[in-house]
């Protein structure tokens, strides 16, 4: 299984959506909540190149965005091969 970090802060409706579908496929994730750390934000939008919007996510180490990117990967059909590293 690949390593998974994501990047939330408390009350993002986006950050939930993002957990509820890495949930579903029972997927361990790193969980990095940024809500009251100027540090781990700092740290996320530079991991993101640039991006400040949440969730911000990774998998074995490639940026591959927020909410709505991940959706899309699943919809493509890509987002199971990256979970299990294939």
């Given amino acids: ?9 408390q009350f993002c409706g ?3 959506a ?5 949930d579903s496929k ?5 969980e990095h909540d940024a809500t009251f750390s100027p540090d ?3 740290e996320m939008i530079g991991k993101a190149n640039g991006r400040a919007t949440f969730p911000q996510i990774f998998i074995d180490g490639v940026h591959v965005g927020g909410c709505d990117e991940l959706h899309a990967l ?4 890509k987002l199971d091969p990256m979970l299990t590293g294939a």
Avoid: P, W
């Avoid at 993002?18 to 890495?22: D, I, N, S, T, W």
């Avoid at 699943?74 to 059909?77: C, E, M, T």
């Fill in 26 to 30: 029972d997927v361990t994730y790193t």
């Fill in 1 to 9: 299984m690949s390593e998974v970090i994501i990047y939330t802060r």
């Fill in 14 to 16: 986006f950050c939930t």
């Fill in 40 to 42: 781990l934000r700092q």
């Fill in 74 to 77: 699943d919809r493509a059909g």
């Fill in 18 to 22: 993002a957990k509820r579908l890495l």
